[in-house]
């Protein structure tokens, strides 16, 4: 069968590998064009998908049940597929190498199901050459097909932003990169199914494997810049903020915030970069040290919080903090890999009391108290750090922060948010 009449014919069949972030609302979209399979390892997952349940918090129970997917945890299910699209994560080791196994598992099992004329397209995020050097290997070892004439493969990232996943997949620019031009006609019209803007084609798998790693590695860089520069200009005892809007000032000064950069994306993608200019013989310097600054910034606010408790006479083993904010990031509840754990777990080498606040983390082990709501707050702090800029946090009372303080307490508001609101001077305020 030729690649393009799939997609062109009237009824592809799409199976998702991995119901995650990206691979759940990749199905909603395009179950509203397809007839699609959403298959995950986790059987909890597809359990509670099976009661309309996303345990990301992410897609309303709503939308799940009008939707047609065929959630399953059974690989037999997916042999009536011909388009395979692979969502599974791609982490990194304690080395800061690229964890792979996810990829290889998944491309192992769908080595074994496909048949003349599927297309596997591959959205995890990964070096230039891995679903080349790594993937397809697997794919052709298991099916015994010769690609591309028998099956091919394609690329094409995802530029999904969680807290938004629906609309952001819809509205970003989609790029496919594949083994020939006929791949990447039938894959973009898939796609464009259900994209505001058309898909764009790249010449080739490599260059769209990049364009991922580049994009995050760019902003990963660029946020190291002002972290850096807040480290600096926090010795020196002027504004970081201040700084920023008066350089911003400069039609071609690009403003960036300091913070804390975790998640899966930022801090996670520069590592594949630094993989694989390695393995072709470079060092990165510039990559590397983004990373190094990145990771330091944790360290830098616990120090900070630390220093201050001693400068008010306080012993930081008998004092009670509040961390505001567990999630990488603003209005999400994922919490893995958020450096808010790591600065967490500085400040526990102090011995700090830690309770932790976040509407949107149902629960968390690790702090002495966990509290979901801002109105359960019931204890005064001698700090409070508020890490992430939730929506809930945005317009809380000076007289909010005075209740919660046990006096001469001092916020360490790492996103900046009340830098121009606080006045009372009974709270005293830091910022990156
Ligand atoms: N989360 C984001 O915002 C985002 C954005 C762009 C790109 N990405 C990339 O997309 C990929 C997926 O990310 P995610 O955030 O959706 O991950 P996730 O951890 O939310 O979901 C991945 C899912 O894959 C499942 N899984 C693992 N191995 C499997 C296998 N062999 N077969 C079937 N299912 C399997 C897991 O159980 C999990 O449910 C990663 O490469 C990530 O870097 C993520």
């Known amino acids: 069968m030729e690649h393009e009449s799939i997609a062109k014919s009237n009824s592809p069949i799409i199976a998702i590998i991995g119901l995650g972030y990206v691979g759940l609302p990749l199905s909603i979209a395009l179950s509203e064009h397809y007839s699609v399979i959403g298959f995950d390892i986790n059987s909890t997952r597809i359990e509670s998908l099976h009661r309309h349940i996303d345990l990301n918090r992410e897609i309303p129970t709503s ?23 692979i969502a599974v994560p791609t982490d990194i080791d304690a080395d800061d190498s690229p964890d792979l196994s996810y990829l290889i598992k998944a491309s192992e099992m769908v080595g074994g ?15 230039p050459g891995c679903t080349e050097e790594v993937c397809l290997p697997i ?13 091919s493969i394609s690329y094409s990232p995802e530029r999904i932003v969680p807290g938004e996943l629906m609309e952001s997949l819809k509205s970003s620019i989609k790029i496919i990169g594949s083994q020939n031009d006929a791949t990447s006609l039938s894959v973009k019209s898939i796609y464009d199914s259900f994209l505001y803007h058309e898909a764009q084609i790249v010449s080739s798998i490599m260059v769209a494997e990049a364009a991922k790693v580049v994009e995050n590695t760019q902003r990963d860089i660029n946020i190291s ?4 520069l807040s480290v600096i200009f926090d010795k020196i005892g002027i504004s970081t903020h201040e700084v920023i809007e008066a350089a911003s000032t400069k039609w071609n000064f690009h403003p ?3 913070g804390l950069v975790g998640g899966h994306c930022i801090s996670v993608d520069p590592f594949y970069l630094i993989h694989k200019a390695k393995k072709v013989g470079h060092l990165p310097q510039v990559i590397a040290a983004g ?15 630390t220093q201050e408790l001693i400068k008010q006479g306080k012993n930081p083993g008998n004092t009670k903090v509040l961390v505001m904010g567990l999630a990488f990031k603003e209005n999400v509840s994922d919490i893995r890999n958020s450096k808010v754990i790591d600065l967490m777990n500085y400040l526990n080498d102090y011995s700090i009391c ?16 966990h509290y979901a709501q801002i109105s359960d707050i019931r204890a005064e702090y001698d700090a409070i ?22 006096g001469a307490t001092t916020l360490f508001d790492v996103k900046g948010i009340y830098r121009k609101q606080l006045t009372d001077e009974s709270i005293k305020y830091w910022t990156l």
Do not use: M
Not at 113 to 127: A, K, P, Q, R, W
Not at 225 to 228: A, M, S, T
Not at 354 to 369: C, E, F
């Open 256 to 258: 960036y915030s300091p």
């Open 113 to 127: 199901l496909i048949s003349h004329g599927d297309i596997v397209i591959y959205e995890s995020t990964v070096y």
């Open 139 to 151: 794919l052709e070892e298991l099916s015994g097909l010769k690609s591309p004439i028998e099956f």
């Open 225 to 228: 810049l002002i972290n850096e």
């Open 63 to 85: 939308i799940l049940q009008s939707s047609k997917i065929q959630f399953t945890n059974n690989k037999e299910d997916l042999k009536k597929a011909n388009i395979y699209i």
């Open 354 to 369: 830690i309770d932790t606040l976040d509407p949107h983390v149902a629960s968390y082990q690790n702090s002495r108290n």
């Open 291 to 305: 990373r190094r600054v990145n990771e330091y910034i944790p360290k830098h606010i616990a120090t900070k919080v």
């Open 385 to 406: 750090i508020l890490c992430v800029a939730h929506d809930e946090f945005k317009d809380l009372s000076e007289q909010w922060f005075e209740k919660v303080s046990i």
